[in-house]
């Protein structure tokens, strides 16, 4: 049963074939049975997932039910959630019981969507791993020696490992994408602007965005549907016509064209990776889709750039991390300043306060200027690059990552190299554009990724080009069908 | 590009952040190591470049002024740190 | 040695929106500590700001108003530092795009004529939340309800030269954001607040010395004394041989002077940068014409007006236009039927304004309405009373009374003006005072007008006030030439 996607688990509950109190229970167990392992929740919500299952069931005997009423689901514990303690993966946060709902959550709760609990995540979405967690680290289900990705890593393993049948996460860098490359599912960062962003806490501002992790693309095109939409509250929010993300899953692909950006396939990757994503162009030839060679030539640029805005933005948006209104406070602070820098020191991790660091600095007299303002604008020669990409091609295609999952306390030494696995994912946000990673093959056991790129508010078209591959293969069900040990 | 350590501890103060003593010396490599992959940038061709802050280039929206929240205050604060008659509570603050 | 003063000043205004800049939480003025403070007010995790349209519109009129340049494109940016009353850790303000920038406003001199002093920029900002240091046993309370109002920040060129100059343009600042109904401008409230920057140089140097930050400055009286006391503090300072730093001063009216500020934020780095989560404010011509539109007859303008209109000298006219409601009130006044402008002038600006002095009322809360002053003033035109009957009849209709007219039939205060009746107060009165109108026929012309006084006092005293001055006069002048 956990290897249900959500359109097997609509048309079940629809059709009655079992109900939503059955199906939470269900997901109840195996995250009793398997998390202890995994560690993919921060908070398991038992009673109030099978309250709201309940509900669901009640309003589907009345006829009331709607595509995804009484669908169980995993929320990335980085969405605010009224009288449900929401800790971003922090100790800053650990105590910190949010007074509101996110929009994502409001939405989700409004669809019918039952919450099984919050997941783990790299503390306030800094990471590439699920090891700079507060509540420790997240194992990935396909190799428990070995990360989940992040920073939403919970989320990504709990899919894989079928603890949940799909999950929310978010994404500034790759936080969506690169977990679903390596726990073997699908991961959706939407355009900028697509997803609210209100009460989402914020690591980036103008990098952010929230999106599905599931186990296939019609999936993540349902909870599109749910997701997406202009919120009055977040004056970055889209005001997009309603647009249903399942309509064109089923269109042909012949014509459309696929760019393969010199640059990505100039850089070290995998030898198992590579030959996965040449085969998996060969399978998108065949679709009728055609290859073409285009250039990025600000692709080297674009983790520099992100390393300088995104911890900039950090720096300031984290500073509301004071100890006085919510969360940590350190014990008997001496004076206000005391308060403040143990709060502070004692409630951040080693990475956020390595950003919060180098944010501070990039923007501090004298420096300003030569980081974030020139950041900035390399930020434009980026998009500029990307515009002008899809003047020529509907998608641009690479790995969504130079390695399979690299095994935990691993490359947790360095931040630097860590950051460089970002490569092909980072500027992509910088840009603000959407993206897909679906499963395209394995090596020694690991899942490897494929990205696609799309043009802004191409995400239908996106998941068209990920659903049809999914049609003429298996490896996005090359999840976990045995137990976790 | 490298920091030293007295650069580190001034840039700590300013955003409040306590370092230890012993971890110090990690920082400032860390550090100095991103700087170090930041200082890329310098080379890029932005002239005549000007910057792009929201990736879409949107303008802001305007809101009617109208008050829509109402006191929520005994909700906010119930698990604030320090609070009293309604008011969060600091170590004194001396102007 | 000879010094002199240079002031730049920073005005911050509360607008008097009904919600916050970014958010919709109440801007009243009053309420329990953080009852007016929403998720978005507190700098909760996840919150996020939205704008405020009126702030924005409030802000173009001001502009307007100063004859500045609206900037069509403007940027919030995010002032970084920490306190707790700035829940954020930031200040969401407008550095490098302000919507506002050069303008200027005249400002009238003690000695003639006006000065112009130019306004380098106006900018929205939000409001910082309040700290309370006294009564918490060694901590400071903290109440945000004021956190998140919405300001504008109106910073003058370095370009007044003295307290009195200095006055005189907050004066028109303070009268021009009531007359643009932008804000109640309330000193004591915190509505409007004063920071000073002062220096002082040899005259004829060419640079700026260096200067301190006055704060907490709330009246008008507060300004000229502070000021004064911090130019006298650093002249006396440099005399002797020190030097002035570069400091934020607290004034402390109380004592009368200011002491050396612990600063906020030891190294002054508030690493600005545009706040990603609010894009450029963005708006068109059409937008600001159509404000421009709406604006209000200006002080200035009215000023003008008044002067031609009606003939007003310049300081009378300006008296009137200090406030928007005085301004409406006389010419209210004048509307209600033909009456002589420059005489309802002198008794709106003369008994009127000391009588609401007195009270310590403003022009909104005079119990003489403007059709009662217009019916008093008609009746002195009309010589049915004297001017100094007529402040009876004032103060009867101040207590309560309906109608000038009814108070003079009531009293029975019509003015005599039968020359028959004069003449024999007249004649009554010389035939009383044979001495002293001996005196007046000794005397030479000069010596003459002076003593008319004394038998014009004894005759309108003989009338109970009632009799017409220029008849007394008249007549008077006459008879005793006649003997």
Redesign the interface.
């Given at each position: 049963m956990h290897r249900k996607t959500l359109a097997d688990i609509a048309q079940g509950l629809a059709q009655k074939e079992f109900s939503s109190v059955e199906l939470t229970e269900n997901y109840l167990r195996r995250i009793a049975e398997f998390d202890r392992t995994l560690n993919s929740f921060i908070t398991v919500l038992p009673e109030h997932a099978l309250a709201q299952a309940k509900q669901a069931d009640q309003l589907r005997a009345q006829n009331k039910a709607g595509p995804l009423t009484g669908v169980p689901i995993a929320h990335k514990d980085i969405?605010?959630t009224t009288g449900i303690k929401?800790s971003?993966g922090s100790k800053m946060?650990d105590?910190?019981?949010?007074?509101?709902n996110?929009t994502v959550i409001e939405k989700s709760h409004a669809a019918g969507l039952v919450m099984l609990g919050k997941t783990n995540m790299d503390e306030f979405a800094m990471g590439s791993s699920n090891e700079n967690s507060f509540y420790g680290p997240v194992k990935n289900p396909h190799d428990l020696n070995r990360v989940p990705g992040g920073s939403s890593g919970g989320s990504a393993a709990a899919v894989a490992a079928g603890l949940a049948p799909a999950a929310t996460g978010t994404d500034t860098g790759g936080s969506i994408r690169q977990p679903a490359a390596f726990c073997g599912i699908t991961g959706l960062k939407p355009?900028?602007?697509r997803v609210s962003?209100?009460?989402?806490?914020?690591f980036?501002?103008?990098l952010d965005q929230a999106g599905p992790m599931t186990q296939t693309a019609e999936d993540a095109a349902l909870l599109m549907n749910v997701l997406a939409g202009f919120d009055?509250?977040?004056?970055?929010s889209?005001h997009k016509p309603s647009e249903d993300f399942t309509a064109k899953l089923k269109t042909s692909l012949v014509g459309k064209k696929i760019g393969l950006p010199r640059q990505f396939f100039a850089h070290n990757m995998d030898s198992a990776i590579e030959s996965a994503i040449q085969n998996a162009l060969k399978d998108y030839e065949k679709l009728g889709v055609t290859l073409v060679d285009i250039d990025l030539p600000?692709t080297?640029?674009a983790?520099?750039?992100y390393?300088?805005i995104a911890p900039?933005?950090c720096?300031?948006n984290?500073?509301?991390?004071?100890?006085?209104?919510?969360?940590y406070?350190c014990k008997n602070?001496?004076?206000?300043?005391?308060?403040?820098?143990?709060s502070?020191?004692?409630g951040?991790g080693h990475e956020v306060?390595?950003r919060?660091?180098?944010g501070?600095?990039?923007?501090?007299?004298g420096y300003?200027d030569?980081?974030?303002?020139?950041?900035?604008?390399?930020?434009?020669?980026i998009?500029q690059d990307y515009e002008q990409a899809f003047r020529q091609v509907d998608f641009i295609a690479g790995p969504t990552t130079p390695t399979t999952a690299f095994p935990l306390n691993n490359k947790n030494v360095?931040?630097?190299t860590m950051?460089l696995n970002d490569i092909y994912t980072i500027a992509v946000n910088?840009?603000?554009l959407p993206s897909i990673s679906i499963p395209c093959g394995m090596s020694q056991q690991l899942p490897i990724g494929l990205q696609l790129i799309g043009n802004?508010f191409s995400e239908s078209d996106l998941l068209n080009a990920a659903h049809r591959f999914q049609q003429t293969n298996d490896w996005h069900k090359q999840l976990l069908t045995q137990s976790i040990r | 590009m490298f920091l030293d350590e007295h650069q580190v501890s001034n840039i700590a103060l300013l955003a409040r952040i306590a370092i230890n003593q012993k971890d110090i010396g990690d920082y400032t490599q860390d550090l100095s190591n991103i700087l170090t992959l930041i200082d890329q940038l310098q080379n890029a061709p932005t002239a005549n470049i000007s910057p792009l802050s929201n990736p879409l280039e949107q303008s802001q929206r305007l809101r009617p002024d109208t008050v829509t929240e109402t006191n929520q205050r005994d909700q906010f604060q119930c698990h604030a740190p320090l609070t009293e008659q309604g008011l969060y509570l600091v170590p004194r603050v001396i102007e | 040695m000879s010094w002199e003063t240079v002031i730049g000043l920073e005005v911050h205004v509360q607008l008097s929106t009904a919600s916050k800049i970014f958010s919709g939480s109440s801007t009243a003025f009053g309420a329990e500590p953080n009852t007016q403070a929403s998720l978005i007010d507190l700098g909760m995790p996840g919150t996020l700001p939205v704008f405020n349209e009126e702030a924005l519109r409030m802000a173009v009129k001001f502009g307007l108003a100063i004859d500045a340049h609206i900037n069509r494109r403007s940027v919030f940016d995010r002032k970084n530092y920490f306190y707790p009353d700035l829940p954020k850790g930031y200040q969401t303000t407008q550095l490098h795009h302000p919507i506002v920038e050069n303008g200027y406003v005249d400002i009238p001199l003690e000695t003639g004529g006006y000065k112009r002093i130019t306004i380098i920029r106006a900018h929205l900002e939000e409001d910082a939340g309040k700290s309370l240091h006294e009564d918490f046993h060694g901590f400071t309370g903290i109440d945000l309800n004021r956190a998140g109002t919405p300001l504008i920040e109106i910073v003058s060129a370095p370009e007044i030269s003295n307290a009195k100059e200095a006055v005189a343009y907050l004066k028109i600042i303070h009268s021009l954001i009531r007359y643009l109904g932008i804000s109640d401008g309330n000193m004591a409230e915190g509505s409007m607040r004063c920071d000073a920057n002062v220096s002082v140089r040899p005259v004829g140097q060419k640079e700026l010395g260096t200067r301190t930050e006055l704060k907490n400055i709330n009246s008008f009286r507060f300004v000229e004394r502070a000021i004064n006391g911090e130019v006298e503090r650093q002249i006396d300072l440099i005399e002797s041989g020190g030097k002035v730093i570069q400091s934020t001063r607290l004034y402390d009216s109380h004592k009368n002077e200011s002491r050396l500020m612990r600063s906020k934020e030891e190294a002054n780095d508030y690493r600005y940068f545009p706040c990603p989560d609010l894009l450029p404010v963005v708006i068109d011509d059409p937008y600001i014409q159509a404000i421009r539109e709406q604006l209000p007859e200006l002080p200035t303008q009215k000023a003008h007006r008044f002067q031609s209109d009606y003939q007003l000298s310049p300081y009378d006219a300006e008296l009137l236009v200090s406030s928007r409601e005085l301004a409406d009130y006389y010419e209210q006044c004048l509307n209600t039927a033909p009456v002589d402008a420059k005489l309802v002038a002198n008794w709106v600006t003369g008994a009127l304004l000391a009588a609401l002095n007195k009270e310590t009322i403003d022009i909104t809360q005079c119990p003489v309405s403007p059709q009662q002053l217009n019916g008093l003033v008609t009746r002195i035109s009309d010589n049915t009373i004297s001017g100094k009957i007529a402040k009876t009849v004032f103060d009867a209709l101040w207590a309560g009374a309906s109608s000038a007219d009814e108070v003079i039939a009531q009293q029975g205060l019509k003015q005599v003006t039968d020359s028959g009746a004069i003449q024999a107060l007249v004649d009554e009165v010389i035939a009383n005072n044979a001495d002293q109108v001996a005196s007046y026929r000794a005397a030479d012309d000069a010596k003459r007008k002076k003593m008319l006084g004394f038998f014009v006092g004894q005759i309108i005293k003989a009338s109970q006030g009632k009799a017409n001055p220029q008849q007394i006069n008249q007549l008077l002048i006459d008879t005793l030439e006649k003997h």
């Amino acid at each position: 049963m956990h290897r249900k996607t959500l359109a097997d688990i609509a048309q079940g509950l629809a059709q009655k074939e079992f109900s939503s109190v059955e199906l939470t229970e269900n997901y109840l167990r195996r995250i009793a049975e398997f998390d202890r392992t995994l560690n993919s929740f921060i908070t398991v919500l038992p009673e109030h997932a099978l309250a709201q299952a309940k509900q669901a069931d009640q309003l589907r005997a009345q006829n009331k039910a709607g595509p995804l009423t009484g669908v169980p689901i995993a929320h990335k514990d980085i969405f605010c959630t009224t009288g449900i303690k929401t800790s971003c993966g922090s100790k800053m946060l650990d105590n910190f019981i949010a007074p509101y709902n996110a929009t994502v959550i409001e939405k989700s709760h409004a669809a019918g969507l039952v919450m099984l609990g919050k997941t783990n995540m790299d503390e306030f979405a800094m990471g590439s791993s699920n090891e700079n967690s507060f509540y420790g680290p997240v194992k990935n289900p396909h190799d428990l020696n070995r990360v989940p990705g992040g920073s939403s890593g919970g989320s990504a393993a709990a899919v894989a490992a079928g603890l949940a049948p799909a999950a929310t996460g978010t994404d500034t860098g790759g936080s969506i994408r690169q977990p679903a490359a390596f726990c073997g599912i699908t991961g959706l960062k939407p355009t900028y602007g697509r997803v609210s962003r209100w009460g989402m806490i914020a690591f980036a501002s103008s990098l952010d965005q929230a999106g599905p992790m599931t186990q296939t693309a019609e999936d993540a095109a349902l909870l599109m549907n749910v997701l997406a939409g202009f919120d009055a509250k977040d004056s970055t929010s889209i005001h997009k016509p309603s647009e249903d993300f399942t309509a064109k899953l089923k269109t042909s692909l012949v014509g459309k064209k696929i760019g393969l950006p010199r640059q990505f396939f100039a850089h070290n990757m995998d030898s198992a990776i590579e030959s996965a994503i040449q085969n998996a162009l060969k399978d998108y030839e065949k679709l009728g889709v055609t290859l073409v060679d285009i250039d990025l030539p600000t692709t080297d640029l674009a983790i520099p750039a992100y390393y300088v805005i995104a911890p900039a933005e950090c720096s300031s948006n984290l500073s509301r991390y004071d100890g006085v209104r919510f969360g940590y406070r350190c014990k008997n602070p001496a004076d206000l300043e005391d308060l403040y820098m143990r709060s502070r020191g004692e409630g951040f991790g080693h990475e956020v306060k390595r950003r919060i660091l180098i944010g501070t600095y990039v923007l501090s007299a004298g420096y300003y200027d030569a980081y974030y303002v020139q950041a900035q604008k390399v930020r434009r020669l980026i998009k500029q690059d990307y515009e002008q990409a899809f003047r020529q091609v509907d998608f641009i295609a690479g790995p969504t990552t130079p390695t399979t999952a690299f095994p935990l306390n691993n490359k947790n030494v360095d931040p630097v190299t860590m950051y460089l696995n970002d490569i092909y994912t980072i500027a992509v946000n910088l840009a603000g554009l959407p993206s897909i990673s679906i499963p395209c093959g394995m090596s020694q056991q690991l899942p490897i990724g494929l990205q696609l790129i799309g043009n802004y508010f191409s995400e239908s078209d996106l998941l068209n080009a990920a659903h049809r591959f999914q049609q003429t293969n298996d490896w996005h069900k090359q999840l976990l069908t045995q137990s976790i040990r | 590009m490298f920091l030293d350590e007295h650069q580190v501890s001034n840039i700590a103060l300013l955003a409040r952040i306590a370092i230890n003593q012993k971890d110090i010396g990690d920082y400032t490599q860390d550090l100095s190591n991103i700087l170090t992959l930041i200082d890329q940038l310098q080379n890029a061709p932005t002239a005549n470049i000007s910057p792009l802050s929201n990736p879409l280039e949107q303008s802001q929206r305007l809101r009617p002024d109208t008050v829509t929240e109402t006191n929520q205050r005994d909700q906010f604060q119930c698990h604030a740190p320090l609070t009293e008659q309604g008011l969060y509570l600091v170590p004194r603050v001396i102007e | 040695m000879s010094w002199e003063t240079v002031i730049g000043l920073e005005v911050h205004v509360q607008l008097s929106t009904a919600s916050k800049i970014f958010s919709g939480s109440s801007t009243a003025f009053g309420a329990e500590p953080n009852t007016q403070a929403s998720l978005i007010d507190l700098g909760m995790p996840g919150t996020l700001p939205v704008f405020n349209e009126e702030a924005l519109r409030m802000a173009v009129k001001f502009g307007l108003a100063i004859d500045a340049h609206i900037n069509r494109r403007s940027v919030f940016d995010r002032k970084n530092y920490f306190y707790p009353d700035l829940p954020k850790g930031y200040q969401t303000t407008q550095l490098h795009h302000p919507i506002v920038e050069n303008g200027y406003v005249d400002i009238p001199l003690e000695t003639g004529g006006y000065k112009r002093i130019t306004i380098i920029r106006a900018h929205l900002e939000e409001d910082a939340g309040k700290s309370l240091h006294e009564d918490f046993h060694g901590f400071t309370g903290i109440d945000l309800n004021r956190a998140g109002t919405p300001l504008i920040e109106i910073v003058s060129a370095p370009e007044i030269s003295n307290a009195k100059e200095a006055v005189a343009y907050l004066k028109i600042i303070h009268s021009l954001i009531r007359y643009l109904g932008i804000s109640d401008g309330n000193m004591a409230e915190g509505s409007m607040r004063c920071d000073a920057n002062v220096s002082v140089r040899p005259v004829g140097q060419k640079e700026l010395g260096t200067r301190t930050e006055l704060k907490n400055i709330n009246s008008f009286r507060f300004v000229e004394r502070a000021i004064n006391g911090e130019v006298e503090r650093q002249i006396d300072l440099i005399e002797s041989g020190g030097k002035v730093i570069q400091s934020t001063r607290l004034y402390d009216s109380h004592k009368n002077e200011s002491r050396l500020m612990r600063s906020k934020e030891e190294a002054n780095d508030y690493r600005y940068f545009p706040c990603p989560d609010l894009l450029p404010v963005v708006i068109d011509d059409p937008y600001i014409q159509a404000i421009r539109e709406q604006l209000p007859e200006l002080p200035t303008q009215k000023a003008h007006r008044f002067q031609s209109d009606y003939q007003l000298s310049p300081y009378d006219a300006e008296l009137l236009v200090s406030s928007r409601e005085l301004a409406d009130y006389y010419e209210q006044c004048l509307n209600t039927a033909p009456v002589d402008a420059k005489l309802v002038a002198n008794w709106v600006t003369g008994a009127l304004l000391a009588a609401l002095n007195k009270e310590t009322i403003d022009i909104t809360q005079c119990p003489v309405s403007p059709q009662q002053l217009n019916g008093l003033v008609t009746r002195i035109s009309d010589n049915t009373i004297s001017g100094k009957i007529a402040k009876t009849v004032f103060d009867a209709l101040w207590a309560g009374a309906s109608s000038a007219d009814e108070v003079i039939a009531q009293q029975g205060l019509k003015q005599v003006t039968d020359s028959g009746a004069i003449q024999a107060l007249v004649d009554e009165v010389i035939a009383n005072n044979a001495d002293q109108v001996a005196s007046y026929r000794a005397a030479d012309d000069a010596k003459r007008k002076k003593m008319l006084g004394f038998f014009v006092g004894q005759i309108i005293k003989a009338s109970q006030g009632k009799a017409n001055p220029q008849q007394i006069n008249q007549l008077l002048i006459d008879t005793l030439e006649k003997h």
